[in-house]
């Protein structure tokens, strides 16, 4: 950070999700939390007392219109339902906001598309919000690689899963066209985190399966992204399974795991390697809130007018490898790019 400039947030929605995002805003350094909207009455008041009780001064509107008129909102975070991202962050762009959105930022590579152009038009920054990115784990994996330790990699294996509890089943009664389901909501983080070596190759072939119930959600899902070459990602992800967050990746030379990939601030990040030649450590890490960085680099970038971690092409492309993966589910082949 170049200066004391603190940015002023607005959110649009009342979600869940908010637990961990408002504190993050409200803590950055270069951020400042001004407004949330809901379209409920009375959610976004009660959001602001159970979140974020010391911020006094924030505006209260009881429709995203509103905030979005605020001339004095520099920055949106969009945590409404998957379905209502693209809409959003179009109309956000459109009022001259930088926008925030929650994963995923679309369900469909022509939003993405419209965003990208819309946000050049108007001038505006635009991140998807996968948070894990920010925590300096990630950076250790690739210093670790790029040090040529594990030669060159070969293949990862990304895992996410937990066992659904009740209160959490709105994620999976709808159906996938609408947003709903284990792919959207943590087959985007096992596909992206699937990506994280290969990140300037480009998938030729998607292969999955994946198991549905009855809304027309599915629930898991196991695939395979081919880089070519004999490169391969694996994703596993479900909601059916004990508790898992990691990656392991494969080189030449040896191998690296990731073992907690969704690390939150309490949560001690462990990174441990090996080698053909017999080296081995475990590395502790320090521990991190990766929601705090988000909010603190996106922040960054704007008032450095520098470009984001995570650019809309990068979205772009998950979201493609993202639809490939449910239509080789759905037609039960493999899917060329
Ligand atoms: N980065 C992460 O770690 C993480 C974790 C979880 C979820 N997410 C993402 O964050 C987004 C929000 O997820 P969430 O689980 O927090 O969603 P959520 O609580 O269902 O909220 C989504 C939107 O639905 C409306 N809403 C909330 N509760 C409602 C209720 N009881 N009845 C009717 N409408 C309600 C709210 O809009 P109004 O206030 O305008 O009504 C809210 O903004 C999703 O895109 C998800 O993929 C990210």
Not at 76 to 105: D, F, S, T
Not at 135 to 155: C, F, N, T, W
Not at 181 to 187: E, K, L, N, S, V
Not at 315 to 330: G, M, T, W, Y
Request: hydrophobic fraction near 40%; charged fraction near 25%.
């Amino acid at each position: 950070m170049t200066n004391n400039t603190k940015l002023r947030w607005g959110i649009l929605g009342a979600a869940r999700i908010n637990q961990q995002l408002m504190p993050a805003i409200v803590e950055a350094e270069n951020s400042e939390l001004v407004a949330i909207a809901s379209r409920r009455p009375g959610a976004a008041t009660e959001t602001l007392a159970k979140y974020a009780p010391q911020q006094k001064d924030v505006k209260i509107y009881d429709n995203p219109e509103s905030l979005l008129a605020d001339d004095a909102i520099q920055v949106v975070y969009i945590p409404l339902a998957n379905n209502e991202h693209a809409q959003w962050v179009l109309r956000a762009i459109e009022q001259g906001k930088h926008v925030l959105c929650e994963k995923p930022m679309a369900l469909t590579v022509a939003d993405i598309e419209a965003i990208e152009k819309a946000a050049k038009k108007y001038n505006v920054t635009v991140m998807e919000g996968f948070m894990y990115r920010f925590h300096p784990q990630h950076a250790r994996v690739k210093e670790i690689i790029d040090s040529g330790l594990i030669g060159e990699v070969r293949s990862v294996r990304s895992c996410f899963s937990y066992l659904m509890q009740p209160a959490r089943q709105y994620r999976i009664a709808d159906s996938i066209e609408n947003g709903s389901g284990a792919m959207w909501d943590i087959g985007c983080y096992a596909i992206h985190a699937a990506r994280l070596p290969f990140y300037d190759e480009t998938p030729v072939a998607i292969s999955a399966m994946a198991k549905h119930i009855e809304s027309g959600a599915d629930i898991s899902c196991n695939g395979i992204i081919d880089f070519g070459d004999g490169k391969y990602a694996h994703f596993d992800f479900g909601f059916e399974h004990a508790r898992r967050a990691e990656y392991e990746i494969i080189g030449t030379k040896g191998g690296l795991k990731c073992h907690n990939v969704w690390a939150k601030q309490a949560e001690t990040p462990v990174i441990s390697w090996w080698t053909e030649a017999g080296q081995q450590d475990e590395e502790i890490l320090p521990l991190a809130n990766h929601f705090r960085l988000e909010v603190e680099h996106f922040s960054d970038c704007i008032i450095n007018d520098t470009q984001p971690a995570l650019s809309l092409e990068d979205a772009r492309i998950n979201c493609k490898i993202i639809l490939a993966a449910l239509e080789s589910v759905k037609k039960g082949q493999q899917i060329k790019l």
